[in-house]
């Protein structure tokens, strides 16, 4: 059996939709402004489905200054690079977002501002695509290697080459650079609960990398961008042949 490792929830629509609701409220292009971490697709689908995680920054004028961007597709290569775009918000909290040449494709998204202006859920709306998500504000955090420990509940769905892989645990950063925990996986149904341990990196821009070996089991590898604020990960496995993703949360 080959272990993949790493939990991440991906989807947060759970937690999205306990957010304040936004009905009263008034909205503009200043309302997205600031860094945001996003994920849209569908992780663990049939082949040829797709799931990218990235981090945009937008400038509450209407434009998406910068962004950056891993990309897995089941049953193929992963992909990674940078984009720019443009968006709108309208007085009632929706809007459009256009990222030019994501993945090699111009992507159109109808969004919808959550209240606090912190996130947005959005989904793809160009012709054959099945691409929900949600984008989620980085907030104020400093980031980088701490020397601080912190613990992490994860979450991970996906399929690793045709197997569903789903994955639950516990990994605590030692702030230095290293990964220890315990993942329960799931692995096209053989359930096992593993050690692992591994390292990571962090960018002072948010962004950057975990590497995860569960006991026994060969090493497996995510892109990871910062989100709420310091409190939550957001993971896309950048291994091929995969479509992994989820969360990490404090």
Request: proline share 2%; aromatic share 6%; with cysteine.
């Amino acid at each position: 059996m080959r272990f993949r490792t790493i939990g991440i929830c991906f989807w947060l629509f759970s937690i999205v939709l306990a957010v304040n609701p936004v009905f009263a409220a008034t909205c503009s292009n200043a309302s997205l402004k600031g860094v945001f971490g996003y994920v849209h697709g569908r992780p663990g689908q049939a082949t040829g489905a797709s799931t990218i995680v990235g981090q945009l920054t937008s400038d509450g004028e209407g434009n998406i200054t910068s962004a950056s961007w891993t990309q897995a597709v089941s049953g193929g290569v992963i992909t990674a690079g940078t984009t720019t775009g443009t968006y709108a918000i309208s007085k009632n909290c929706s809007g459009t977002l256009s990222l030019v040449d994501e993945g090699g494709i111009q992507g159109h998204f109808n969004i919808y501002m959550n209240g606090g202006n912190k996130m947005f859920q959005m989904i793809q709306t160009d012709t054959g695509n099945n691409q929900p998500g949600f984008g989620l504000a980085e907030g104020i955090v400093t980031c980088g290697l701490s020397g601080k420990k912190l613990a992490l509940t994860t979450t991970l769905t996906g399929v690793v080459g045709s197997n569903p892989m789903e994955t639950v645990g516990q990994v605590t950063l030692d702030g230095k650079g290293n990964i220890s925990g315990t993942e329960t996986f799931a692995n096209n149904g053989v359930i096992s609960t593993l050690s692992v341990t591994g390292t990571y990196t962090e960018n002072s821009s948010c962004t950057g990398t975990w590497t995860i070996i569960p006991s026994g089991g060969g090493a497996t590898n995510f892109n990871t961008v910062v989100v709420n604020s310091g409190k939550e990960l957001l993971l896309i496995e950048s291994d091929n042949n995969t479509n992994t993703a989820g969360n990490a949360q404090k």
